[in-house]
């Protein structure tokens, strides 16, 4: 499915300007899905429109694609977090909630609270750069009542400085390549390095203790 997603942005994020005025629009709702379903690969998208914006001749192409991701995770996140909270509010819950606290095993949700509880809304920041991080935080943010200004304020550099991270990512993959469908595979396969490499730390670590 990354993939094909990453497919989908080459195709949809092209050097014609009459093709980027859906380019753009389609790489914003992609993005907006994968903040409310957590199941699409965000960062493999705003890595592979980095790529294809690195080889355009297009002014301001990278900027856009920078633009656009950020704002579409920030609308994304600030409207998953609204559902949520009108599902703790609610006395049957909400599937958005029951979906958010699915994705938030037990053990991840424990740390991510006695962090949040520690340090606030820096966690909130670093947790859209760590794999897997956002949910647990977010539904921690849930169970604190952390009210949507509160919670929208500490979002916002976080959605910028997971724009900027994954954009980077492109651009290192789009400079190691002529191609734009080369840079394309690179970008992929570093965010897959990227999103793989928690999890494996944490059983080296695990391995080690035991």
């Known amino acids: 499915m990354r993939w094909w997603l990453a497919a989908a942005v080459v195709t949809s994020v092209p050097a014609s300007p009459a093709q980027q005025a859906l380019g753009y629009p389609s790489l914003f709702l992609l993005v907006l899905i994968g903040a ?5 690969p965000t960062g493999a998208l705003v890595s592979s429109a980095a790529v294809v914006a690195f080889h355009q ?3 301001f192409a990278l900027a856009l694609v920078f633009v656009t991701a950020s704002v579409a995770a920030f609308c994304g996140d600030a409207a998953l977090y609204w559902l949520g909270r009108r599902g703790m ?5 909400s599937r958005w909630l029951e979906a958010i606290r699915s994705r938030a095993p037990e053990e991840r949700l424990a740390q ?3 962090k ?3 340090h606030g809304t820096v966690v909130l920041v670093l947790s859209r750069l760590v794999p897997a991080g956002r949910i647990p935080v ?5 169970m604190a009542r952390w009210p949507l200004r509160r919670f929208v304020r500490g979002n916002l550099p976080a959605c910028l400085a997971w724009a900027v991270t994954y954009q980077l990512i492109g651009i290192l993959g789009g400079s190691l390549f002529a191609e734009p469908w080369e840079g394309v595979l690179a970008a992929v396969a570093l965010t897959v390095v990227v999103g793989a490499a928690p999890s494996v730390w944490r059983r080296v670590r695990g391995t080690r203790t035991a």
């Open 36 to 40: 409310l379903v957590p199941v699409v």
């Open 57 to 59: 001749t297009a002014p």
């Open 89 to 93: 509010r609610s006395k049957n819950g």
């Open 112 to 114: 991510a609270q006695e």
């Open 116 to 118: 949040l509880a520690d």
């Open 138 to 142: 977010m539904l921690a943010c849930l």
